[in-house]
């Protein structure tokens, strides 16, 4: 069984930062990329980030690129999400997913195979 767990949380006042990480456990499983997906209440799930794990490739949704950086520490199976200039909008609860296959599309959440609980991330005004 794989885990995905996220870390790192909390409330931020807007302006600051904060930094996510999501680390795998669990027997070894052979992973494409990994990403980050955001859902505020009442919203759908929407793409943020992802990496591409042996490439290091990374890609961002425009609401975030310029502000979040998404990294990965082999030895430590953990991807991070850096976010700085966090707003408002940007609260919502963040989740770290996993995807094996590389004919998927990273940018979609129903691409994915494994998914942590969560994270809960507020910016207040």
């Known amino acids: 069984q794989v885990q995905l767990v996220e870390s790192g949380g909390g409330l931020v006042q807007a302006g600051g930062s904060l930094r996510l990480s999501c680390a795998a456990s669990?027997?070894?499983?052979?992973?494409?990329?990994m990403g980050w997906f955001r859902q505020a209440p009442g919203a759908e799930r929407e793409f943020v980030a992802a990496?591409?794990?042996?490439?290091?490739?990374?890609y961002y949704a425009d609401s975030v690129k310029g502000r979040f950086t998404i990294s990965r520490d082999n030895a430590k199976n953990t991807v991070y999400l850096q976010m700085n200039s966090l707003k408002p909008e940007d609260t919502a609860v963040y989740h770290c997913?996993?995807?094996?296959?590389?004919?998927?599309?990273?940018?979609?959440?129903?691409?994915?195979?494994?998914w942590g609980q969560g994270t809960q991330v507020t910016v207040s005004s």
């Open positions: 997913a996993a995807v094996r296959s590389p004919f998927r599309m990273i940018l979609q959440a129903s691409s994915y195979d494994y």
């Open positions: 669990g027997r070894t499983f052979s992973r494409y990329a």
């Open positions: 990496i591409v794990w042996s490439a290091g490739t990374t």
